[in-house]
């Protein structure tokens, strides 16, 4: 009964993922979501041209292919590729960050500013009304960016950006790692080096101060550590991922799908193992993130004189995603502030009445099922269909005159605004069409012989999938899921390259045989 849970278990991963990367694959090949130039992250979904797209793709597969032809997998070391590529992103990375020296915006710029007036002592900041007073979960990452920048200096915004770039070096050397650990493929590995330094929107998102690629590097040693533990059978390896993890959410509360992807690997483990202890991991987790949660807010509550409040409730951001707004389908809008204003700042109240906005929502739905699905897909579209995954815009955009410390140079303003641009989302557009057709591709191929452990990343990936479904939308904070799709990514491209080759032996022997 165990073993049969666990086959199940891996079944059904392989399956949704399965799914998931071919309905992408479609969007992505008939449709491409860009942002208007006009308004501030307001998304337009348009038409592609099907025959170019096909067209390109097949580029990308024969160039794989001729490479892989000509070059020896045997002479090549791993270990020096992997530094090859690591340095390349950093310097890529490093030369964007000081091309452009973008300032933070949006809730970076609200964490940066509270910074300043709290070592001023002006604590305003904290007041119902206020960021911290509607986001109190942001603490977490107010108080690790103070750390960091009481090192470095409170405006040394660049700092903050190097540290970016050297957290996505890390999540992609560990990534690696992890891939080096479920998959004995040489030539899978050597491929996914090279879509490392393909992915220009991760290098280009390192300008954007916020937690997401701090916790992006964490949870990904967290899932190493997970691993390496299941495959070792070393205890240790379970408490190195806990902290990680930890603060990973601390940084950033999505990575709480890190934690509940990882709890489900190792109940399933259990299935198989019957090593019950390794679910200690939960209840550990659990406690620890509860104590360090409210050991910052009661750090700023002795530190300040004032209440932390609990401000705007999470199901808030429900009946926000489930919102058409003019933005895009699900996208920020001002419901859920429009609703704790109306009830004087209650969280209670204000949790009251967006569960009835979402009742109501859904009752308008009522007998419209197809009404409902077409948002529902317009919504996929919009996030997962965005090649660039915000990477320009997190660094510029319309309406925003304080985006950059210097004026931007031509080069800067063609990736922007010019012919750069409309080649940079050209290319973000075919590379995004070819990871997905290709994990659909290694999905398909694999589906017998994948098991739960080589899914770790597919249960991630349906779990941002399922909780961006019902949650705000936002393509940038889709981008940590599109680099765990890699490693898939380049086990499809690896099957592709055996079958072209072999398709090419048996054309060779047919033609040796005829010319004997």
């Known amino acids: 009964m165990k073993k049969y849970l666990y086959n199940i278990s891996g079944l059904a991963v392989v399956v949704i993922s399965t799914i998931i990367f071919a309905v992408i694959t479609i969007m992505s090949l008939f449709f491409t979501t860009y942002f208007l130039e006009d308004r501030v992250e307001s998304i337009i979904i348009c038409k592609d041209s099907i025959a170019l797209n096909i067209f390109f793709l097949l580029v990308v597969w024969i160039l794989f292919s001729i490479l892989f032809f000509r070059i020896n997998i045997e002479r090549i070391k791993l270990q020096s590729l992997e530094r090859i590529v690591i340095l390349l992103v950093i310097v890529i990375s490093i030369f964007w960050i000081i091309l452009v020296q973008a300032n933070p915006f949006a809730d970076g710029k609200e964490i940066c500013e509270a910074m300043v007036s709290f070592s001023d002592g002006d604590y305003s900041a904290l007041s119902k009304d206020a960021y911290f007073g509607k986001f109190p979960f942001q603490l977490g990452l107010l108080f690790i960016f103070e750390k960091i920048l009481w090192l470095a200096g409170s405006d040394n915004y660049i700092f903050l950006q190097v540290l970016n770039v050297f957290a996505l070096a890390i999540a992609f050397h560990l990534l690696f790692k992890t891939f080096l650990i479920l998959f ?156 704790y204003e109306r009830n004087k700042q209650d969280t209670e109240k204000t949790s009251e009445e967006s569960k009835e906005i979402i009742k109501k929502t859904l009752t308008s739905y009522k007998g419209k099922p197809q009404e409902f699905c077409k ?126 080759h072999k398709l090419i032996k048996i054309k060779k022997k047919f033609k040796a045989g005829g010319n004997k």
């Open 184 to 339: 004995d493929n040489k030539r899978a590995s050597i491929i996914l080096l090279i879509l490392f330094v393909m992915c220009f929107p991760a290098m280009l998102y390192c300008t954007f101060i916020y937690g997401t690629m701090y916790g992006f590097a964490l949870s990904t040693g967290a899932i190493y550590y997970i691993v390496k533990y299941l495959e070792e059978n070393k205890k240790r390896y379970m408490f190195y991922a806990i902290p990680l993890l930890l603060i990973s959410v601390i940084l950033k509360n999505n990575y709480l799908i890190v934690f509940v992807a990882l709890s489900g690997l190792l109940v399933v483990e259990c299935l198989k193992n019957d090593r019950i202890y390794i679910l200690l991991f939960i209840p550990v987790f659990l406690g620890c993130n509860i104590l360090l949660t409210t050991g910052i807010q009661d750090y700023y509550k002795d530190r300040s004189g004032k209440e932390i409040h609990s401000g705007i409730p999470s199901i808030s951001w429900v009946a926000m995603g489930l919102q058409d707004g003019n933005k895009g389908p699900g996208w920020y809008n001002q419901t859920m502030f429009n609703i």
């Open 375 to 500: 948002f529902i897909l317009r919504k996929i579209v919009s996030q997962w269909n965005e090649p660039t995954y915000e990477s320009l815009w997190v660094s510029e955009h319309p309406k925003n005159d304080d985006m950059h410390r210097i004026q931007l140079s031509r080069v800067a303003n063609s990736i922007y605004y010019g012919k750069l641009n409309v080649l940079y989302w050209g290319y973000c557009n075919i590379y995004h069409l070819l990871v997905f057709s290709a994990a659909f591709i290694g999905f398909f191929a694999y589906r017998k012989k994948m098991n739960v452990r080589q899914c770790i990343f597919a249960i991630i990936i349906i779990g941002g999938f399922l909780f961006h479904i019902i949650w705000e939308a936002n393509s940038k904070y889709i981008l940590t899921y599109f680099i765990y799709v890699l490693p898939y990514a380049a086990l499809g491209i690896d099957k592709s390259i055996k079958e072209t």
